[in-house]
């Protein structure tokens, strides 16, 4: 998709959802870092209704190797994975301690590097903590950017190298949470709702629906 339409997608996004931000509750990076590991197949509400509670008493890596990994399981056992994620943030808090003194790494290497932490966590944290311009793709942005002709791509990591060069600069730190919001509002992934929709005439879906 040429830059000057993406423009145009980006902007009637923006009229849709004003205020793109992570819906997310966190109180700190490292709040923020869990929550991103624990929304892995799991929806954003149901992690925040898990962290509710576990935050009151788990806000830095200390107090969550304290909790340990059996009683953490009890407050995330609502969550999907729950298990491999209850291990993964046990062994990230360790190695956040051990290795980095207790502070989040901002490399994305480095924090690719740790349990549970992948391409989209990563991407995620730099954006929203870091504030630098990675477009994260989970399955709400690889879906609608590949179904509106942001981009081709086949695989999340291709999707997101794409949507890096491709969207224009003034739109990649708000691109991630536009294309999520409208995702889960709009455009859904078995019935979107195309009537509702203020790019249907910018999107190759669209198009091909009334060909």
Known sequence: MKKDIANKVFSSLLKLYPNPKTELKYINKFTFLISVVLSAQATDVSVNIATKKLFKIAKNP???????ELKLKKYIKTIGLYNSKAKN???LSKILLDKYKGKIPTEFDEL??????????ASVYQNTILKLPRIAVDTHVFRVSNRIGLVNRKTPDLTQQAL????????????????ILHGRRLCKSQKPLCDHCLIKNNC?????LNI
């Open 112 to 121: 690719t590097s740790l349990p549970g932490v992948g391409n989209k966590t």
């Open 164 to 179: 890096e060069k491709t969207v224009p600069t003034k739109w990649l730190m708000s691109a991630h949470h536009l294309l």
């Open 204 to 208: 190759k879906f669209y198009r091909h």
């Open 62 to 68: 200390q107090q969550m190797i304290q909790v340990g």
């Open 89 to 91: 943030i046990i062994l």
